[in-house]
């Protein structure tokens, strides 16, 4: 399970906030360091000390910044979003893909997008040694009780066959009678640093469902999801359209006030 803590603080007049992923390997070799210390110590003392070294892990957490040049691993096996997080990065980092290192997809166990961001960012930043991102994001329909969400790529199969996905999302949307076509995509962002810590930080664009799917552009659900404020398809839109408003380009926004 991950557990997580939101942070603010004021640096050079810029508030930057982001949620702390306090179950990291870091923190958590500094627990039982001081576990360890306690065999001569109270526990009232040690308790105070982790309390203590837990805040100073917070505080070096709010510290970390992404130089631009530095080197990333993008933890996803996913081209769509490969390609739509490379151009929000717009070549500031050293970008190098999981599939490039050979790193494997890993099974998505968490219950929220946040939690399986993390997941994901963690494992490729332990299994390569370099700092990595992750995306975690989906669909959530109003009438179904926001499902698909993390089931997103799920509902595709293996075969990952979204024309399938977007099937099974008008037929479950009819099957419950309802009119309301209201629907949002999410998307949570993690970066973790191997073997230290982790922030993760998440966007939501709002919009309406349409059927049948139109537009050959982006990738899984976007031809059938038209963002507020507008009658166009996300499958439709320009790339750069799409990268101005949507859930990722919204958490990246926060990701940049976090650690850029
Ligand atoms: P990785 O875990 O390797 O990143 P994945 O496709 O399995 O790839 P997710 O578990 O986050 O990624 O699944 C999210 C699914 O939600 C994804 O497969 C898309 O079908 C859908 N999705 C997410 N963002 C989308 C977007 O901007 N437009 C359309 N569909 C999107």
């Known amino acids: 399970m991950v557990g997580l803590r939101t942070v603010t603080s004021t640096v050079h007049g810029v508030s930057r906030y982001a949620h702390i992923d306090y179950q990291s390997r870091y923190l958590?070799?500094?627990?039982?360091t001081f576990l360890q210390c306690s065999v001569n110590s109270g526990l009232a003392v040690l308790l105070g000390l982790m309390a203590v070294w837990?805040?100073?892990?917070?505080?070096l957490a709010m510290s970390l910044i992404l130089a631009p040049g530095t080197r990333l691993v993008a933890a996803t096996h996913n081209p769509g979003k490969a390609k739509e997080l490379a151009e929000l990065l717009?070549?500031?980092?050293?970008?190098?893909?999981?599939g490039a290192l050979g790193l494997p997809e890993p099974e998505e166990t968490e219950a929220s997008f946040v939690g399986n961001a993390l997941l994901k960012a963690r494992r490729a930043a332990?299994?390569?040694?370099?700092?990595?991102l992750a995306d975690d994001s989906g669909l959530s329909v109003a009438a179904l009780d926001g499902a698909p969400g993390i089931y997103s790529a799920r509902w595709a199969g293996p075969s990952k066959d979204f024309a399938m996905a977007m099937a099974k999302v008008e037929e479950r949307l009819e099957a419950t009678g309802s009119d309301d076509r209201a629907a949002w995509f999410t998307c949570a962002l993690a970066?973790?640093?191997p073997n230290g810590p982790a922030v993760v930080v998440e966007g939501r664009i709002d919009g309406v469902l349409t059927f049948p799917p139109r537009g050959g552009r982006g990738f899984g659900y976007d031809p059938i999801f038209a963002p507020e404020g507008g009658t166009l398809t996300f499958g439709e839109m320009e790339p750069a359209a799409k990268d101005a408003i949507s859930h990722r380009a919204r958490a990246f926004t926060q990701l940049k006030a976090a650690l850029f």
């Open 90 to 98: 717009d070549g500031r980092f050293d970008l190098i893909a999981a």
């Open 28 to 32: 958590s070799v500094i627990d039982i």
């Open 54 to 59: 837990r805040e100073t892990a917070y505080f």
């Open 191 to 193: 970066v973790a640093w």
């Open 126 to 132: 332990d299994a390569s040694g370099l700092i990595a």
